[in-house]
């Protein structure tokens, strides 16, 4: 289908049944992620009852829409790694945002592919990603992406890779940086025909 729907960043993530029940098999590390989409509509309804405790919580915590605070930094350490200057451009608030009105399938999609990368920091280090030092993930992320295509790491890899980078370049930073000068822009595309 070349529907709106199947457009975006995340759209990697999109994966049919039979693919989440083989990814839940696999992943070593999805334990640590496990409740994070549950938690995180729990937090989204309970703010829905209470408006003025969603302001405080808002003010404090503004980048969590979907994913608990360990998840985005997990996923901010990761972008940084895979697409340097990507934590400036913010992606890994504007794919939080995305993974907020995303399907659920979508969001443990997403949330088994940062597994997979915490799983293989804890066995790798005993640590969670996001508290590598920058040495640790680096060889950690050489030998993920030398992992064969089959390989659950390596298919993670290749998902939050293509998410950040997509994001990335689509940013006006990531734009300069593959040559744009900013003398040009962009029609929107022509929906209605005329």
């Known amino acids: 289908m070349s529907d709106e729907k199947h457009d975006g960043p995340l759209r990697h993530f999109r ?15 999805v334990a640590a992620f496990a409740s994070t989409a549950t938690a995180a509509h729990v937090h989204g309804a309970a703010a829905a009852v209470a408006p003025a405790d969603a302001a405080m919580t808002a003010t404090a915590d503004s980048a ?50 940062l597994g997979a990368f915490e799983g293989e920091a804890r066995a790798a280090n005993g640590v969670p ?6 040495d640790q993930a680096n060889a950690l992320l050489s030998k993920i992406s ?26 006006e930073t990531g734009m300069k940086e593959l040559g744009w000068d900013g003398s040009r822009t962009f029609s929107p595309p022509n929906v209605c025909g005329v």
Not at 15 to 29: D, E, H, N, Y
Not at 129 to 134: G, I, R
């Open 64 to 113: 969590d829409l979907f994913l608990d605070r360990h998840a985005f930094d997990t996923l901010a350490s990761l972008s940084e790694q895979i697409v340097p200057g990507s934590r400036a451009a913010k992606v890994p608030e504007f794919l939080d945002s995305l993974l907020a009105v995303e399907s659920t399938d979508t969001q443990k999609s997403f949330m088994q592919a």
């Open 15 to 29: 994966i049919g049944r039979r693919m989440v029940l083989q990814s839940l098999a696999t992943g070593a590390g």
């Open 129 to 134: 990603w996001k508290t590598l030092t920058a």
């Open 146 to 171: 030398a992992q064969p295509d089959s390989n659950p790491a390596r298919h993670a890899f290749d998902l939050i890779k293509g998410a950040v980078a997509e994001t990335y370049y689509q940013t």
